[in-house]
């Protein structure tokens, strides 16, 4: 692999979906599979082992599900992969509760390949959002289902600033696009971004977006 591979650990408790998920990856010069695990109970080892900058991970599966497997890996390993869950439902309650949990973003398992490609490549960059509109619609059904009260985001000092850059990131805005649209420059726009992830504790952007939708701080509506 070249410095710009991207390197991805497929788990899911089907040997099929990972044989097809590993040759629509290894398919492409600059991705490559570097191992597999079929329960979420492996992938702390694997991961472990192999490295990866992205995880597809599998989000209900019959041992450990993902969500339990993605807060053991963000948790055991440093620096932790992106985390991207695969899933058959959109509106799947656990695809939000792995984002909350430190997930970079989600794909339906009839995801069409080049979007998967495209999925990964995002994550793997962690300078834009991935989906920004599905990741909003669950976490408004989330919101309605648990009747949530906004406690907004004082507490965490944003400047501004920052505030400006959290709103823009929830429509999904790259860095690039963030720096033109507050005529500011790239690099400018990362250490903004870093800084607003770090007063928010949030491990990637997702969970930062997430935080702002719970706290009521960017309306659902």
């Given amino acids: 692999m070249t410095v710009n591979d991207v390197s991805v650990v497929v788990v899911d408790d089907e040997p099929l979906i ?3 998920l590993r040759a629509i990856i290894d398919a492409e010069p600059d991705l490559t599979v570097v191992g597999e695990a079929g329960d979420g109970a492996e992938v702390l080892a694997v991961v472990r ?8 991970m599998d989000v209900r599966m019959p041992a450990v599900d993902g969500i339990q497997a993605t807060r053991l890996l ?14 058959t439902f ?10 909350r949990v430190g997930a970079s973003g ?30 909003r619609a669950l976490a408004l059904a989330h ?3 648990q009747a949530h009260r906004p406690t907004g ?10 505030q400006e850059v959290l709103r823009l990131m929830a429509k999904g805005l790259s860095n690039a696009e963030i720096a033109a649209e507050l005529i500011l420059g790239v690099q400018t726009i ?7 992830l770090s007063k928010l504790g949030a491990r990637d952007r997702t969970q930062a977006v997430i935080l702002a939708y719970e706290s009521g701080f960017v309306p659902l509506h």
């Fill in 18 to 20: 990972r044989s097809g």
């Fill in 190 to 196: 990362k250490t903004h971004v870093a800084n607003t």
């Fill in 49 to 56: 082992r192999t490295r990866p900058d992205v995880v597809l």
């Fill in 90 to 99: 959109e509106n799947d309650d656990y695809v939000y509760d792995a984002l």
């Fill in 106 to 135: 989600f794909l339906l398992k009839r995801t069409p390949p080049d979007e998967i490609i495209a999925a990964i490549r995002t994550v793997a960059s962690s300078e834009s959002l991935l989906f920004p509109e599905a990741i």
């Fill in 74 to 87: 963000l948790d055991g390993v440093d620096p932790a992969p992106r985390v991207l869950v695969v899933t």
């Fill in 143 to 145: 919101a309605s289902a």
């Fill in 153 to 162: 985001l004082e507490r965490y000092q944003l400047t501004e600033r920052e």
